[in-house]
């Protein structure tokens, strides 16, 4: 069974954990509704930076995503903005998604841009045959 990105409903605790299992915080049941989601996959860094990526859904933090790892997050239907930072830059474009009955499933990917003065994070929708193969 797929690893989700879940964040627990009573306490706030953003956990990797199987859909359907216990916090480990506060021990209420995770959200178990994976028919819809997205799957992020963070690209590897072009400057070998291991630093984790900070996950912001609707501005809620929803944890760190490590170097070259991929997450799927269930969420229901609905418009989400992600953002992503990192303890270098605080800079980075946000992408609003929206999924619905017809498009349940969203990927995109996020990865570092460098640039003159500072770098960026730069994160796109993607295809499902472009990202890797979750375990």
């Known amino acids: 069974m797929s690893l989700f990105r879940l964040k627990c409903g009573a306490c706030g605790h953003v956990v990797n954990a199987e859909a359907g299992?216990?916090?480990p915080k506060?021990?209420?049941?995770?959200?178990?509704?994976?028919e819809s989601y997205v799957q992020i996959y963070r690209m590897g860094s072009p400057f070998g930076m291991a630093i984790g990526y900070g996950v912001y859904i609707n501005e809620e933090p929803y944890g760190h995503l490590a170097n070259?790892?991929?997450?799927?997050?269930p969420l229901p239907f609905g418009?989400?903005?992600f953002r992503f930072t990192c303890g270098?830059?605080?800079?980075?474009?946000?992408?609003?998604v929206e999924l619905t009955p017809e498009n349940p499933v969203v990927?995109?990917?996020a990865?570092?841009?460098p640039g003159f003065w500072s770098n960026k994070i730069v994160c796109e929708t993607a295809t499902a045959?472009?990202?890797p193969v979750m375990k």
């Open 21 to 23: 299992s216990a916090c």
């Open 26 to 34: 506060c021990a209420k049941a995770l959200a178990s509704g994976t």
């Open 68 to 73: 070259k790892e991929s997450i799927r997050v």
């Open 79 to 81: 418009k989400y903005t």
């Open 88 to 96: 270098m830059t605080r800079k980075c474009d946000s992408l609003t």
């Open 107 to 109: 990927y995109m990917k």
């Open 111 to 113: 990865r570092m841009q």
């Open 129 to 131: 045959d472009s990202m």
